[in-house]
């Protein structure tokens, strides 16, 4: 069987609850390289007809794993399927007994996640059909895009406190095995390129004259970029949250009322394979020092507080007092401890952000994930050293 009649199946599979009475799949187009590193993206248009004779188009999108990547690292594909199947519906029911009104619901909707020996799939709802847009992901979010974003991961991080407090057997239920599948890919490849990629930012920030960056840099690199990557991810808080945990541009979609598409008023977060259990800082430090320049760094106060405004009310809102559960001052202790977390993320992977279209990486497996890294051009190298010297200079001064 070739590969779109394998899709059409997984579509076909997926829509079985529906109660069609006929249907007509029409595969439209896939995604690009950048869409998705270790998945295939495929979109179709369904044509379908109810037992009431009323006709329905759903726009779909089928995100499928490679299936030489899958067999070293089906943890990830498992991973986003149990989010989509058993967290995301423990959410929505956790949040309908609390009587919210404006849920977290900023995740597209899933027919059905698929799964064999070969392949793992899920489909969902094409929200770029709905009026949905990716942001540009060579360039920074301004300062409307990041309060969309934080909002949004405040809402979402909240769940996890408010259901760990008022429920703790349920929430231990949901990350019961819930061990980080990031862990998966310190391969030595990969070790390997993430500590070159920070021998660079030690080299660049020098030869700027940045001497106490370059110390900086150059003590974390002598223990090891994957030796304290790794203590950070086996560093389970109390205070901690399911967490989305691939937080790079790429991976949220936005909906605007204004036609030039200024101020988004909905976003929408892709891929979740590698959710994790763990402090919300990791999700906040990769996603600010990822998507942020200089000019959105200065206004880093007012985007923590528009996250922790946004989780607090949304904590009370289930019932929950923040002051007690994470307060404010729990939260900046949290970024001096793990946003290094972020940083090291930036300096491993902002060039593959920023690179060319061309350029994008592509990799079978686990292990070809270090040299696909370090193989990729840097196309604009004074944006590259504008953004990077940002994001250092901010953690060193923020932990100074």
């Given at each position: 069987m070739d590969c779109n009649m394998d899709i059409k199946k997984y579509i076909k599979?997926?829509?079985?609850d529906q109660n069609f009475r006929t249907y007509k799949i029409t595969l439209v187009g896939s995604g690009e390289k950048s869409d998705g590193y270790a998945s295939d993206i495929t979109f179709a248009t369904v044509l379908a007809t109810?037992?009431?004779?009323?006709e329905k188009t759903i726009e779909v999108v089928v995100k499928s794993s490679r299936r030489d990547f899958l067999q070293t690292n089906r943890n990830a594909?498992?991973?986003e399927a149990y989010f989509y199947k058993i967290i995301l519906p423990a959410f929505a029911r956790f949040q309908k007994k609390n009587n919210i009104k404006h849920r977290f619901n900023s995740v597209p909707k899933c027919y059905k996640t698929v799964s064999d020996e070969s392949m793992e799939v899920i489909v969902m709802?094409?929200?770029r059909k709905n009026g949905y847009y990716l942001y540009n992901r060579k360039k920074p979010l301004?300062?409307?895009h990041l309060r969309c974003v934080?909002?949004?991961y405040g809402k979402f991080h909240a769940i996890s406190f408010a259901l760990k407090t008022k429920s703790k057997v349920d929430f231990e239920n949901l990350v019961n095995n819930?061990?980080?599948?990031t862990l998966d890919f310190f391969t030595e490849s990969f070790k390997n390129s993430i500590n070159r990629c920070l021998k660079r930012t030690c080299d660049i920030v020098k030869s700027m004259g940045y001497t106490k960056l370059y110390e900086m840099c150059n003590e974390i690199l002598q223990k090891g970029a994957d030796v304290t990557m790794i203590d950070i991810l086996k560093t389970v808080e109390p205070e901690s949250a399911i967490l989305h945990g691939d937080c790079w541009n790429n991976n949220f979609l936005y909906k605007y009322e204004d036609t030039d598409r200024k101020i988004p008023s909905k976003v929408a977060i892709l891929d979740w394979q590698i959710s994790k259990l763990h402090s919300p800082v990791l999700d906040l430090s990769y996603f600010i020092y990822s998507t942020c320049s200089e000019e959105q760094l200065r206004h880093f106060d007012e985007l923590l507080d528009t996250y922790y405004s946004s989780f607090s009310v949304f904590l009370k809102d289930l019932g929950c007092d923040p002051e007690k559960l994470f307060p404010f001052c729990t939260l900046r202790r949290h970024w001096k401890k793990y946003s290094l977390h972020g940083v090291l993320l930036t300096t491993s992977f902002l060039h593959v952000t920023i690179c060319d279209k061309e350029e994008v990486p592509e990799f079978n497996d686990v292990e070809d994930l270090g040299a696909a890294i370090m193989n990729v051009n840097i196309t604009d190298e004074a944006e590259y050293r504008r953004r990077l010297v940002a994001v250092i200079s901010h953690y060193?001064?923020?932990n100074k």
């Amino acid at each position: 069987m070739d590969c779109n009649m394998d899709i059409k199946k997984y579509i076909k599979t997926a829509l079985e609850d529906q109660n069609f009475r006929t249907y007509k799949i029409t595969l439209v187009g896939s995604g690009e390289k950048s869409d998705g590193y270790a998945s295939d993206i495929t979109f179709a248009t369904v044509l379908a007809t109810t037992e009431e004779d009323v006709e329905k188009t759903i726009e779909v999108v089928v995100k499928s794993s490679r299936r030489d990547f899958l067999q070293t690292n089906r943890n990830a594909y498992e991973r986003e399927a149990y989010f989509y199947k058993i967290i995301l519906p423990a959410f929505a029911r956790f949040q309908k007994k609390n009587n919210i009104k404006h849920r977290f619901n900023s995740v597209p909707k899933c027919y059905k996640t698929v799964s064999d020996e070969s392949m793992e799939v899920i489909v969902m709802e094409n929200l770029r059909k709905n009026g949905y847009y990716l942001y540009n992901r060579k360039k920074p979010l301004d300062i409307h895009h990041l309060r969309c974003v934080l909002r949004e991961y405040g809402k979402f991080h909240a769940i996890s406190f408010a259901l760990k407090t008022k429920s703790k057997v349920d929430f231990e239920n949901l990350v019961n095995n819930f061990d980080d599948v990031t862990l998966d890919f310190f391969t030595e490849s990969f070790k390997n390129s993430i500590n070159r990629c920070l021998k660079r930012t030690c080299d660049i920030v020098k030869s700027m004259g940045y001497t106490k960056l370059y110390e900086m840099c150059n003590e974390i690199l002598q223990k090891g970029a994957d030796v304290t990557m790794i203590d950070i991810l086996k560093t389970v808080e109390p205070e901690s949250a399911i967490l989305h945990g691939d937080c790079w541009n790429n991976n949220f979609l936005y909906k605007y009322e204004d036609t030039d598409r200024k101020i988004p008023s909905k976003v929408a977060i892709l891929d979740w394979q590698i959710s994790k259990l763990h402090s919300p800082v990791l999700d906040l430090s990769y996603f600010i020092y990822s998507t942020c320049s200089e000019e959105q760094l200065r206004h880093f106060d007012e985007l923590l507080d528009t996250y922790y405004s946004s989780f607090s009310v949304f904590l009370k809102d289930l019932g929950c007092d923040p002051e007690k559960l994470f307060p404010f001052c729990t939260l900046r202790r949290h970024w001096k401890k793990y946003s290094l977390h972020g940083v090291l993320l930036t300096t491993s992977f902002l060039h593959v952000t920023i690179c060319d279209k061309e350029e994008v990486p592509e990799f079978n497996d686990v292990e070809d994930l270090g040299a696909a890294i370090m193989n990729v051009n840097i196309t604009d190298e004074a944006e590259y050293r504008r953004r990077l010297v940002a994001v250092i200079s901010h953690y060193y001064n923020y932990n100074k």
